[in-house]
């Protein structure tokens, strides 16, 4: 969120005595070099009486926030709005420590409210975008952002997320646009280039490669967006079949991206360990439950077609698509806080009306964002690791495990830059790793409830569209309507990285791993040492059934 200063007004230091305007502007001039300590002191100089002055208790509201402390700033602030309710700068930075709070909702109130009181406060605008795409209205971000350029057209920060916003709403040439008009001013701007990468459909030109592959050594691209423009470059590379050089740019892009971030493979190993354990001692789900009719949950890796699996669900006039939720982990997790037991230590203790009080509880979390349609979806991927609390809280829940061609998909995780999320991804032993967990996993779950789980195949898909898609629906409880094969004219928003790619009907040429020949055969090998590994379990475990029986 923004919190940029405006040039001092003299009017907002009426009142004040000349030494108390000296200890004001002192602090502005500190807050401008980024100082929150040294404006707190500036204030502190000031008199008494000056303490409850709104200005003051503005700068040192900002003065606070500066410094990490939030709910001090937050006083400050909702003080100062109180005595000025009026003022279009107070209310705005009252938003921004709002937002900084967590306290999303109220921000934007905030933020529409600054604009409401000043239609040409930029700074009110741009955060009122921010907050909106938050809280995935992204609607509402796309107009915020449009209304700040409208007032700053060299709002470049703004004109990405512009371009962004559009991009999820399908205006993809719209969003192109954007993103050229900035490289105009700029031709160097990273968020442009990571931006045009993210469309999915943008080709750089030969000229405009060599440019990039120029930049790249020169030293200008700052260090801290490093690894966002290489995989930016990579993309552009493999696009222009350059797959050598783009492979050792991904290489390098995520090996700098791993060493920022803290991921335990083992650790997640046997927490899967531990979920299958405990749901494997307990009783079967009483199917004739009908709690959760009409929610459809997919799960799986990502880049697994999940994204087009349910656009395809959600054109279907019953269904509304949530996209990636967390209410499943967010109930879990409040029960294992009621509970003081991790889950799923606690599983072997719930009994079937704490999972009915919990499948009410995802339902009522629900809730707040559902329209009038019996049905909707969830996007959630990693809900793979819930399966097993997923059917005793929502027995008549469909579940749709989305499933790609191992390499392509593994491949697709690694050269996708998922920024602070998926913290598996950025290393190919640790990218194996959750494949091989999410499989078993996925396999345990199918044999324990194959009538509940569908496996949705991309290239199944490809190969006959129709087939799979009534399928699908079928599996979902819903009859077959037309608009599903026409999953690309869906005008809804779309949040994940595939947003570009399901604007386009179904293509056939966009698997590219094979071309990259010897430089994937390490993985290859140990995606198909792992499937031989799997058959043979399965066949033990057909052989030890037929025994049994």
């Known amino acids: 969120m923004s919190l940029s200063q405006r040039p001092l007004q003299p009017d907002r230091l009426d009142g004040l005595s000349a030494a108390d305007i000296a200890c004001a502007r002192a602090a502005i001039a500190e807050l401008g070099h980024g100082a929150g300590a040294a404006a707190l002191a500036a204030l502190a100089r000031g008199s008494a009486p000056a303490a409850t002055h709104p200005e003051l208790l503005r700068l040192r509201g900002l003065a606070l926030l500066s410094q990490g402390q939030g709910a001090d700033a937050l006083a400050s602030l909702r003080a100062a709005a109180a005595s000025w309710p009026e003022?279009?700068?107070?209310?705005?930075?009252?938003?921004?420590?709002?937002?900084?709070?967590?306290?999303?909702?109220?921000?934007?109130?905030?933020?529409?409210?600054?604009?409401?009181?000043?239609?040409?406060?930029?700074?009110?605008?741009?955060?009122?975008?921010?907050?909106?795409?938050?809280?995935?209205?992204?609607?509402?971000?796309?107009?915020?952002?449009?209304?700040?350029?409208?007032?700053?057209?060299?709002?470049?920060?703004?004109?990405?997320?512009h371009a962004e916003a559009l991009k999820m709403l399908g205006r993809l040439d719209e969003a192109e646009r954007e993103l050229r008009f900035v490289l105009e001013h700029d031709p160097e701007s990273v968020s442009a280039w990571v931006g045009l990468s993210n469309l999915k459909t943008f080709r750089p030109s030969a000229d405009e490669l060599e440019a990039l592959l120029a930049l790249q050594t020169s030293g200008h691209v700052p260090e801290a967006r490093q690894a966002?423009?290489?995989?930016?470059?990579?993309?552009?590379?493999?696009?222009?079949?350059?797959?050598?050089?783009?492979?050792?740019?991904?290489?390098?892009?995520?090996?700098?991206?791993?060493?920022?971030?803290?991921?335990?493979?083992?650790?997640?190993?046997?927490?899967?360990?531990?979920?299958?354990?405990?749901?494997?001692?307990?009783?079967?789900?009483?199917?004739?439950?009908?709690?959760?009719?009409?929610?459809?949950?997919?799960?799986?890796?990502?880049?697994?077609?999940?994204?087009?699996?349910?656009?395809?669900?959600?054109?279907?006039?019953?269904?509304?698509?949530?996209?990636?939720?967390?209410?499943?982990?967010?109930?879990?997790?409040?029960?294992?806080?009621?509970?003081?037991?991790?889950?799923?230590?606690?599983?072997?203790?719930?009994?079937?009306?704490?999972?009915?009080?919990?499948?009410?509880?995802?339902?009522?979390?629900?809730?707040?964002?559902?329209?009038?349609?019996?049905?909707?979806?969830?996007?959630?991927?990693?809900?793979?690791?819930?399966v097993g609390a997923i059917r005793r809280m929502l027995p008549a829940a469909t579940i749709v495990h989305c499933r790609r061609d191992p390499l392509e998909m593994l491949w697709s995780c690694y050269k996708h830059n998922f920024g602070q999320a998926q913290f598996f991804s950025f290393d190919f032993d640790e990218l194996l790793a959750f494949w091989r967990d999410c499989e078993r996993a996925m396999s345990a779950w199918t044999r324990q409830w194959p009538a509940k789980i569908l496996r949705f195949d991309h290239e199944a898909l490809l190969a006959d569209p129709e087939l799979r898609i009534r399928d699908l629906l079928a599996a979902c409880g819903l009859g077959f309507d037309p608009a599903c094969l026409a999953f690309h004219d869906n005008a809804r928003a779309v949040r994940t990285s595939s947003a570009s790619q399901v604007r386009q009907p179904l293509r056939r040429d966009l698997a590219v791993a094979h071309r990259y020949g010897d430089l994937l055969e390490t993985l290859h090998r140990n995606i198909q040492s792992f499937a031989n590994t799997q058959a043979a379990d399965a066949a033990e475990d057909r052989s030890v059934r037929r025994r049994t029986d």
């Not at 991904?250 to 899967?272: E, G, H, M, Y």
């Open 228 to 386: 966002d423009f290489q995989f930016a470059l990579a993309s552009f590379l493999e696009s222009a079949g350059r797959y050598a050089q783009a492979y050792r740019l991904f290489v390098a892009a995520n090996t700098a991206k791993r060493r920022s971030l803290r991921w335990d493979a083992p650790a997640v190993s046997a927490l899967i360990d531990r979920i299958l354990d405990a749901f494997g001692r307990l009783p079967a789900v009483d199917e004739s439950v009908s709690r959760g009719k009409g929610v459809i949950f997919f799960v799986g890796m990502p880049r697994s077609g999940s994204t087009l699996a349910e656009q395809i669900v959600s054109c279907h006039p019953s269904v509304q698509g949530g996209g990636e939720r967390n209410e499943v982990v967010q109930v879990l997790h409040a029960e294992s806080q009621r509970r003081g037991k991790p889950f799923p230590a606690w599983v072997d203790d719930a009994s079937a009306a704490d999972w009915a009080r919990l499948g009410e509880d995802f339902l009522a979390r629900c809730a707040s964002w559902r329209d009038q349609r019996p049905g909707f979806t969830n996007k959630t991927l990693t809900n793979w690791q819930c």
């Open 87 to 161: 003022d279009a700068l107070i209310t705005c930075q009252l938003g921004a420590a709002l937002a900084q709070s967590g306290d999303l909702p109220a921000a934007r109130a905030m933020f529409a409210r600054a604009v409401l009181l000043d239609p040409l406060l930029v700074d009110g605008w741009y955060n009122l975008g921010h907050a909106c795409d938050a809280l995935e209205d992204t609607a509402g971000a796309c107009a915020a952002f449009a209304r700040v350029l409208a007032l700053q057209p060299g709002h470049a920060a703004a004109r990405v997320q």
